[in-house]
């Protein structure tokens, strides 16, 4: 086939995969590039003495400069997804003033990670300072970006708190829906596998191991369940080892409790109470014989402490 051939076959083939689009509703969509770089800039002016900017080593000169640049990047990425909206039509001036509501909410997610922070520095004896867990702990920048676009998802700004927290779950890991409600002192400990549903609610000084769900014990219904609380409760001072998962709208994981690892939950839990899985069985096999052991530990299913 010569250049010419070729040609024609790619243009039938980009003309097939555009013949059944709709020119009347195509609309631009946030640049994934423009996000991934607010989310640093974000990270910078929430801790500006532990991550570098381009515009000098004193906070005092690059936190307003930074600010400035994310009120400019982050308003033109929310016009793009406000435009369609009937909201937008009636007054263009609408992404200026949400970005603006954005960024009186930094203080306060300052003040909620601080928390986070120390309940990690606190609950981690890995962890040398407080420096190495705001650089380096994948959970606090999982719950960082989280606490940003979750601001975003309570002003209605569509698509972008989710591109947001997708950024952060391929990074970590950890997919955590920017719907979700998180109390202070949260902290995620390792953190790979880690899903919290959009309509999850969380208290204060709550604990989570890597590979935990906090999600909907079923989704069948599909749209119809917009709307509708499809995720756990857990209530303050609660600790989920690995594993674990805990399902259902209705279920609620009261104070103090301890989730064992690889608990599977879906009804409510009283507080003070301690979940765990029935005793496993390790299997060895040595030449022709099999010795079965039971593991060496509690057997519960759950008992109040």
Known sequence: MDKTGEIAVIKSIAEAVLSDRDKE???????????REIINKLRYILFPEYFSSEHGSL???GVGAALEEVFHRLETQIAIVLKPTPEYKADSGIARGVTLEFLKKIPAIREY????????????????SKAEIIISYPGIFAVTVQRIARELYLLSVPLIPRMM??????????DIHPGA????????????????????VIGNHVKI???VTVGALSTRGGQLLKGVKRHPTIEDYVTIYSGASILGGSTVIGENTVIG????VTKSVPEKTRVSVKNPELQFKT???????????????YYTI
Do not use: C, M, R
């Open 113 to 128: 990670l601080l928390t986070d922070v120390e309940a990690a520095y606190e609950g981690d004896p890995a962890a040398y």
């Open 59 to 61: 906070p005092e000169y």
């Open 25 to 35: 509703t195509a609309v631009l969509y946030p640049d994934k590039d423009v996000i």
């Open 209 to 211: 191991y890597q590979g």
């Open 261 to 264: 690892g690889n608990a599977f």
């Open 287 to 301: 030449g022709e014989s099999t010795v079965v052991k039971e593991l060496e530990q509690d057997e519960f299913w």
């Open 165 to 174: 927290t997708e950024q952060a779950h391929g990074v970590t890991g950890i």
């Open 181 to 200: 409600s998180i109390g202070k002192y949260f902290f995620i400990d390792h953190g790979t596998g880690i899903v919290i549903g959009e309509t999850a």
